[in-house]
């Protein structure tokens, strides 16, 4: 049996009590966090998806620790299950994400969905770019990186550019997410933060972002250096 109960004596067999110190340094507010290393629930995520009564898991709201929602997020990633029922899964799952490790972990899995159904969860992610909420608006932000590509490009700057929102994970997902443009459409994303709207603080940690990219070279950097705003 699959219940939540079973899956948290395996987890609690699973704790790293140094792991639990570093990772909770990185997610401040978290205080449910046992210490286990993400590839040890990845093994688990793809254990538990091989019984017939997964669901029973994933849909369970009597979960008491960070790793048993951050397993059931990989769950609903890697099972295999058709995508209406999968995009279904998805919209259960986006309230409970409230950090940016799960939020970001679950967004990476969810690339077989994306695969599948792109325009399907193109559509779906929309309302969650214009969320008032900071994880709901970091999910539909990070889930953009999966449309970093010739057909969306523009689309994406230009949701960068109408972006306004003071939540702290939300502006870091807009700077990474236009980092990453940088890297693979150079040419379009230095012109486009040439004439970025986009508030100081945003703007700033997306020129650093992509400072801090290995796939950018010095004298690129360089420019983009002299382009921060005082």
Sequence with gaps: MTTT???????????????????????????????????????????IIKKEDWRTFVES?????????????????LANMELEERMNYVAMFIPRIDNWAVCDIFCSELKTAVKKGKETVWQF????????????????????????????IDLLL??????CHDAYYARMAI????????????????????????????YNKSLQKTI??????????DVLRSMKRR
Excluded at 212 to 221: A, G, P, Y
């Design 5 to 47: 109960e079973n899956i948290r004596k395996e987890l609690q067999a699973l704790v790293d009590a140094k792991y639990k110190e570093f990772h909770s340094s990185l997610l401040p507010g978290a205080n449910n966090i046992l210490g286990v290393r993400i590839p040890q629930l990845r093994i688990m995520a793809k254990e």
């Design 61 to 77: 709201t009597d979960t008491n620790y960070y790793e048993e929602t951050m397993l059931q997020g990989m769950i609903i990633g």
């Design 125 to 152: 992610i929309q309302p969650y770019l214009k969320s008032p909420q900071e994880f709901e608006l970091r999910f539909g932000i990070v889930m953009l990186f999966h449309y970093i590509d010739e057909e969306h």
């Design 158 to 163: 230009k949701y960068a550019d109408s972006f």
């Design 175 to 202: 700077a990474w997410m236009i980092s990453i443009c940088f890297v693979k459409f150079p040419e379009k994303t230095m012109e486009h933060l040439k004439h970025s709207k986009l508030d100081n603080w945003t």
């Design 212 to 221: 801090e990219s290995l796939r950018v070279d010095k004298r690129t950097k």
